[in-house]
């Protein structure tokens, strides 16, 4: 139920800003379960998105002065909140597995003054019905890489969730080791995942399917539900968004690291930071997840890997796509046999501009490929690679530095022919070049020493990395020390799921 105006003006919760309309809790209540947070100790924010509340339509003053720390760590519920633990299934490294919200809780969701709807959850908020004999609880670590990554991938334009806050918790999980418990305060157009459709085909009940396409068209499709065939509109929406989404995020050399259907978020956001890692020097086999042993989301498997997974949602809606079986399979086929096509599109063309492009010619594609092959050939950094291309054209490209290089000195001749059967100017080649590649992303070893130096009470690492990485465009001389990738070392970086 909508918070009245009279809640606003008494609740100091409600005078926050929040603004709570739960349309998620109105389906039938087996896609979620009644479940309130389990309070913590001494809750105390350590990271607070401020642009992102602003954004949100929150009332930063009222919000830190009030109850901060106490919603953002579960222990006071905001007045229109009405917390659930969402169930859902999952493909887990290619196993089906009922699943659930086994350490998240969703508070809700929050309408913004322009009226866009977001759902806010508490990620680490205690045990749940789902939780499988896990504690429910999250470590500082693994909360502040969430932060962090989640950020970055919208600053460099990517669609995703987003961190608003993390608390810390005054008490100890144990992994492996006592660690400082922790809360992320997640924000996400929805929860709604290939895994809640798998969910809900479990059942084997059509209408269940039928209700949770319906209200995903109505809240995040809107202008498909009086398509002829609407839930056909559905599959190839969610087809082409992540078509998208995959491309940008290999554009940027982004490893998600634990693509299971559970980690697909319907609406289109990268959902669910883990394992995850940005590559440095370029190499499409390359794994950082501790957990993926066979290479299963390696960097170069993630479009297949995202067409699998887009296969298993069109299974779920079989049954609503037509009433012959047989026909449904082939409406089904025909739609997810145009991913590839799409993704190479949108990858294509995301790769022209990386290398200062305007026009499609044939021959682009091989281009981009043999860069790459130049990249893995010779251990290039990937994101340095694209972004030093730019400033080679400034500047002028010095051969007799790049001469332990020739099949790339090779290739630079031709891309430089490429660049001049164009219209544009060179200069035109560098704005657009310098707008598409980052100078800056997470690097793995930054991330680590932002991390280790919270854990031990020393945020001010974290606070500068946020920094940088919130407009990574941006050329700095001052920051030149971030775009430096790791010493090698013998010991192949890993990443963990922090569960």
Request: glycine share 6%; hydrophobic share 40%; aromatic share 10%.
């Amino acid at each position: 139920m909508k918070a009245t105006e009279k809640d606003l003006n008494e609740s100091p919760a409600i005078s926050s800003g929040w603004n709570f309309d739960n349309s998620y809790t109105r389906l039938v209540n087996t896609f979620f379960v009644k479940q309130k947070p389990t309070t913590v100790k001494a809750p105390n924010i350590v990271v607070f998105n401020q642009p992102l509340a602003i954004s949100l339509g929150l009332n930063m003053e009222a919000l830190l002065k009030n109850d901060a720390n106490f919603i953002f760590s579960g222990n006071t519920i905001p007045v229109g909140a009405e917390p659930i633990a969402q169930a859902y299934a999952g493909h887990q490294f290619g196993h089906l597995n009922m699943l659930g919200d086994g350490r998240a809780i969703l508070l809700g969701e929050h309408i913004t003054p322009e009226g866009s709807r977001y759902d806010i959850q508490l990620k680490g908020a205690g045990v749940t019905a789902f939780s499988r004999r896990g504690d429910g609880r999250a470590a500082l670590g693994p909360m502040l890489r969430e932060y962090i990554i989640s950020e970055a991938m919208h600053a460099l334009g990517i669609p995703t969730t987003r961190s608003l806050a993390v608390v810390t918790t005054g008490e100890l999980v144990y992994r492996d080791s006592a660690l400082p418990g922790a809360i992320l305060t997640r924000v996400a157009a929805s929860h709604i995942r290939v895994g809640t459709f798998q969910f809900a085909a479990s059942h084997d009940n059509t209408e269940l399917v039928r209700s949770l396409a319906d209200y995903t068209l109505n809240r995040h499709f809107p202008t498909l539900v009086n398509s002829e065939n609407k839930y056909l509109s559905l599959l190839n929406a969610v087809i082409e968004n992540q078509a998208k989404l995959i491309a940008q995020w290999m554009q940027v050399g982004f490893i998600h690291g634990v693509m299971n259907t559970d980690n697909m978020s319907i609406c289109g956001e990268s959902i669910d930071f883990g394992p995850c890692a940005f590559m440095d020097n370029f190499d499409s086999a390359t794994v950082f997840s501790s957990i993926d042993q066979q290479g299963r989301y390696a960097f170069g498997n993630q479009p297949q890997i995202a067409q699998w997974n887009l296969t298993r949602f069109a299974e779920t809606l079989l049954p609503l796509l037509h009433q012959d079986l047989d026909e449904s399979i082939r409406i089904a086929q025909s739609a997810l046999s145009v991913f590839a096509d799409k993704y190479q599109q949108y990858w294509l063309t995301g790769m022209r501009k990386k290398l200062g492009l305007f026009t499609a010619e044939p021959d682009d594609l091989a281009l981009v490929e043999e860069l790459l092959s130049c990249m893995k050939k010779y251990r290039m950094d990937y994101t340095n690679t694209f972004r030093d291309l730019s400033s080679g054209l400034a500047i002028g490209f010095n051969e007799e530095e790049n001469s332990d290089t020739p099949d790339f000195i090779t290739w630079h001749h031709q891309w430089r022919q490429r660049l001049s059967s164009q219209t544009e100017s060179l200069d035109d080649a560098v704005a657009l070049m310098s707008k598409t590649n980052p100078v800056v992303i997470p690097r793995n070893h930054q991330v680590e020493a932002a991390l280790s130096a919270a854990e031990s009470g020393d945020f001010t690492v974290l606070e500068n990395l946020l920094k940088v990485l919130s407009q990574p465009f941006k050329e700095d001389a001052n920051y030149m020390s971030y775009r430096a990738p790791p010493i090698p070392s013998a010991m192949p970086y890993k990443t963990f799921c922090g569960t």
